[in-house]
């Protein structure tokens, strides 16, 4: 397995500012804002963010449409050669499509003590059972990937608080 050459912290925080700028495409549209870069040779080739609510799928979330985008790229399922940047801690399925994709690096943002199956709840990128891992780099911009999300779930409440008050006064 080849792996890009290590990265410098400068690059890495490139990236994740690109992910970041994907999250607020989702955010922009309504949608939870997690983004997704996928990275081979220094270069971003594939980009995601996510898209549930906009396309009713419960697998449109970005490091999936990311993951699709670089195998179109690539004409390939194997994204050996690939580094994914992504702004919260990958789910159970994400973290599946990921091992299935043979990703051999995966930065992220924020940790998700709810659904985060690569260090929260499971280890799924690390498990000697499964036939890939992958070399996993945690909390990078966690304090912005976090904040995004607080900020964006802070506004659905302030909302919905709204909406009852105004039915209220009906």
Do not use: W
């Not at 922009?28 to 971003?44: D, L, R, T």
């Amino acid at each position: 397995m080849r792996i890009d050459p290590v990265l410098t912290t400068e690059e890495i925080n490139y990236f994740m500012k690109e992910a970041l700028a994907e999250a607020r495409k989702a955010e922009s549209i309504g949608e939870v804002p997690i983004g997704a870069v996928i990275v081979q040779n220094g270069q971003i080739i594939a980009r995601g963010y996510n898209h549930r609510e906009i396309d009713q799928k419960a697998t449109a979330h970005a490091e999936l449409l990311a993951i699709e985008a670089a195998n179109e790229t690539l004409d390939s399922f194997r994204l050996e050669n690939t580094t994914l940047f992504v702004t919260l801690e990958p789910c159970v399925m994400c973290a599946g499509a990921i091992v299935n994709a043979r990703i051999p690096q995966v930065y992220y943002g924020a940790d998700d003590p709810k659904g985060g199956a690569v260090r929260s709840l499971h280890h799924l990128l690390e498990d000697s059972r499964l036939n890939h891992r992958v070399d996993v780099h945690t909390e990078v911009m966690a304090q912005e990937s976090g904040q995004l999300l607080q900020q964006f779930f802070q506004a659905i409440r302030l909302r919905q608080k709204t909406r009852k008050v105004a039915q209220r006064e009906k």
